[in-house]
């Protein structure tokens, strides 16, 4: 049996405080996409109606059944191409559901964080791709908690293509600068962002550690961002990348991240057309990984579960299934809307 937990309209005082019986239950109506009827609500403050659909993050889709199975693809290293082949649907629909499960994933996590709920110790680093053409790098740092693998945040900023070049690669490259300009590299503002989201969600006044290669920049940010706080450990980023390194959780989590997303894949012709829909691709890969996939193939405990932020493994219709939009002045939604274990048992799928 469904209860609605506010009221959606924000401007309504039961929106913020909601009380036992602010709304009564006017029938029910059936969606063309579901075999079960909907119930229909009247709020008592504001008389306007709402339903349970009204609650669901997949409100006013057509075809809500692709959503698991498309989040399922999109961290299976498949392009959006094949996925849209695949669930017999148009490109644009997965396009668009591309940029809807992005959004999603990117509230869901934020909603599961508060100031003061990660510990550490971190790593960060950053690894390199390109949007469109290789002339066109972008760095993506990525922030984790060091024993649980937890995607704390990610960023994308672009690079200026540098490195060994042979001097047919220099000529296109002057080429391509001549007619886009010279591409910027905001390597440091991308770093800076996601320490920025550490500064948020580490213990006030606690020490921090955080360990990454010995770029200097990572040390300069952090000290201006966390002062004495920071205990920054920095080992060579030339040593052997097995699990022996220090750096381990952080060099397995990128390499993880280029076996599931089919954009970060060297030598391939899938590639990001433009870096915002990495960002979004990010977010997505994130949702499943600290919410959905076990810190190892052989355990279920996932990330967020070793951390407390949540008490069970979502599966993915779960973590698709409540809206998550509601605004920064909007409370957190009661238990069983954000528990995986209270709506499995509920048995609304
Ligand atoms: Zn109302």
Request: hydrophobic share 35%; aromatic share 10%; charged share 25%.
């Amino acid at each position: 049996m469904f209860d609605a937990p506010r009221c959606p309209y924000p401007t309504c005082r039961f929106h913020l405080r909601p009380q036992p019986g602010f709304c009564v239950r006017i029938g029910h109506y059936r969606p063309l996409c579901r075999p079960h009827p909907v119930p229909r609500f009247r709020c008592r403050a504001c008389r306007r109606t709402f339903s349970r659909q009204t609650f669901r993050a997949d409100y006013r889709q057509k075809k809500p059944h692709l959503n698991a199975r498309f989040l399922d693809l999109m961290i299976r290293c498949v392009g959006q191409r094949p996925a849209a082949q695949s669930l017999g649907v148009a490109r644009r629909t997965v396009e668009r559901r591309f940029l809807w499960l992005a959004r999603h994933a990117a509230w869901f996590h934020q909603n599961r964080l508060r100031p003061g709920s990660l510990a550490g110790p971190f790593q960060l680093d950053e690894l390199e791709t390109f949007e469109a053409n290789r002339y066109q790098p972008v760095t993506v740092p990525v922030l984790i908690d060091r024993r649980t693998f937890f995607i704390v945040d990610t960023a994308v900023a672009p690079l200026r293509r540098k490195g060994r070049m042979t001097p047919l690669q220099r000529r296109r490259r002057a080429e391509h600068e001549t007619l886009h300009g010279r591409r910027p590299s905001h390597s440091r503002n991308a770093v800076r962002r996601v320490l920025a989201s550490l500064h948020r969600l580490a213990p006030a006044r606690a020490p921090v550690t955080l360990e990454t290669d010995q770029k200097p920049l990572y040390g300069r940010l952090g000290r201006a961002l966390f002062g004495d706080r920071l205990d920054w450990r920095a080992f060579p980023a030339t040593a052997r990348r097995d699990h022996r390194n220090p750096l381990f959780p952080i060099n397995h989590t990128n390499a993880r991240l280029r076996h599931f997303l089919s954009r970060l894949k060297r030598r391939t012709w899938c590639v990001s057309r433009t870096r915002h829909h990495l960002q979004a691709h990010l977010s997505i890969a994130a949702l499943w990984v600290n919410y959905c996939r076990g810190i190892t193939g052989r355990t279920r405990t996932t990330p967020a579960q070793a951390l407390r932020l949540c008490p069970a493994a979502y599966r993915l219709e779960e973590a698709l299934s409540w809206r998550e939009d509601w605004g920064p002045r909007s409370p957190a939604l009661a238990p069983q809307f954000c528990q995986a274990s209270c709506t499995r048992s509920s048995g609304i799928f």
